[in-house]
């Protein structure tokens, strides 16, 4: 079946550490997305990519760094400046061409603080 | 520039009773809107979309939603709550050529017995 995958689908950050999430389909989409999802927040968008080796900021890329050096994988990683990452972490997917089609989601992470 | 507003963070109503969330949008162009739902420490799962063909949607689950572009809304509709229906339902509207996702903060529905 096709779909977004997420992994792990929980993660402990210690202080002063990176550390990165992994997201991969297997849609064949061409653009790709990082949500972080607060409590009472909604989704804000973190960064995005519509094709291999080009992404974009979104609202609050501060702290955080993507690659998409293949189509299929957008892993996003948690820098040690981001000091408050406690939060959930949702990826998503579309197809580029089509602004009426929806974003497919994963499963998420949840990533806390020791 | 997009946005969307979802009145009311919490509902609750009783099973069997009509489900109503509401969702306001701004937007300069005509709209794509779609309604979400988020089981917990799960991802979002489409419930349906409206892309400029017939205003009354109809979703998965028994959802509805329908277009009013006069009062900028598309407010989502249950003839009668379920029990599984409780869950954190989001609203999101975007653009043709603009290939975001701008999402409302969020209603979570509560049902009870």
């Known amino acids: 079946d096709g779909g977004i995958t997420q992994s792990p689908k929980y993660l402990f950050r210690k202080e002063g550490q990176n550390v990165t999430l992994s997201c991969e389909q297997n849609l064949n989409h061409d653009a790709m997305y990082w949500y972080r999802q607060d409590p009472g927040q909604g989704l804000r968008l973190i960064y995005y990519s519509q094709i291999v080796n080009d992404f974009q900021k979104g609202d609050i890329a501060e702290g955080y760094s993507v690659s998409r050096e293949k189509k299929e994988s957008f892993p996003l990683t948690v820098t040690s400046a981001q000091k408050n990452p406690t939060a959930f972490y949702l990826c998503?997917?579309?197809?580029?061409?089509?602004?009426?089609?929806?974003?497919?989601f994963g499963d998420g992470t949840r990533l806390s603080i020791l | 520039a997009q946005s969307v507003t979802q009145l009311g963070s919490h509902v609750s109503v009783s099973e069997g009773a009509l489900v109503l969330l509401r969702c306001n949008y701004s937007?300069?162009?005509?709209?794509?809107l779609f309604w979400y739902v988020q089981y917990p420490n799960q991802g979002l799962q489409l419930l349906l979309k409206y892309t400029s063909a017939a205003t009354l949607v109809k979703g998965i689950n028994g959802f509805e939603a329908e277009f009013k572009k006069s009062e900028t809304s598309f407010h989502l509709t249950k003839p009668s709550a379920h029990m599984s229906d409780a869950a954190e339902y989001f609203c999101a509207v975007s653009e043709e050529g603009y290939n975001k996702l701008i999402f409302g903060a969020g209603t979570r529905l509560a049902v009870h017995p």
């Open positions: 998503a997917s579309s197809n580029r061409q089509y602004s009426n089609q929806p974003q497919h």
């Open positions: 937007s300069s162009v005509p709209p794509y």
